[in-house]
């Protein structure tokens, strides 16, 4: 599963990119976390906007106090777009989304010492991650990202990896009835992916609320 993308893009250079109406006086936060605030690209009245929501649906797991915060669902497997849980947002064209991204991260090393291996696109320096978003009580409008089986040549990073679309599937994603959508749901060759491997540690401090940037 993917738990950490980065997105460096400036917003107007995304909104030129995806041909999305950008909001004014917004500064995104590049590393994006569970649960925390991202960007996507969505069709609004028929048109794309930039919106950001919150990374994760909400879900409370058996068990848990009603006090307790939700956990976020972050990622969605292929295998599941088409359980109850999933398929009302999958198979609605208007909620799905793009995730715009620079690089994913995903944690190697052993236990208590892993570090960040951060995953490019060597043709796309801002690409799209096909998404899933909707509204919620808890944390007002949230999306996720669509997981597939990772490229043979990730497995010894992880085996999962986010579905990468190609720029001319853009808008199948966003529009599409299900069954052509479904199509697009695919591995990206590992021959156009560039590996980071980095000394960050992969727990680091993330961002407090008070750090983490709104719309205006």
Not at 81 to 91: A, D, E, M, N
Request: charged letters at 25%; one cysteine or more; aromatic letters at 10%.
């Amino acid at each position: 599963m993917c738990n950490l993308y980065t997105n460096k893009t400036a917003v107007q250079e995304m909104a030129d990119l995806f041909k999305a109406q950008a909001p004014r006086g917004f500064n995104a936060p590049a590393d994006v976390y569970p649960g925390y605030p991202g960007l996507v690209v969505r069709e609004d009245d028929g048109a794309r906007a930039i919106d950001q929501m919150t990374w994760g649906f909400p879900v409370r797991l058996k068990g848990m106090k009603p006090t307790s915060k939700p956990k976020p669902v972050n990622n969605a497997r292929d295998d599941k777009l088409l359980t109850p849980f999933w398929k009302h947002w999958f198979t609605a064209p208007a909620h799905r989304c793009l995730i715009p991204f620079t690089a994913f991260a995903e944690a190697e090393g052993p236990k208590g010492r892993m570090t960040r291996t951060w995953i490019s696109v060597a043709d796309q320096p801002t690409a799209a991650w096909a998404g899933l978003w909707r509204p919620t009580d808890e944390w007002g409008d949230a999306y996720t990202g669509v997981m597939v089986d990772a490229t043979e040549e990730l497995f010894d990073i992880h085996d999962r990896m986010p579905v990468i679309l190609h720029p001319d599937e853009h808008e199948a994603w966003l529009r599409a009835p299900a069954e052509e959508a479904i199509t697009l749901v695919r591995k990206y060759p590992a021959s156009r992916l560039v590996v980071d491997r980095t000394a960050e540690p992969w727990f680091k401090a993330k961002p407090s609320a008070s750090d983490t940037p709104s719309l205006l």
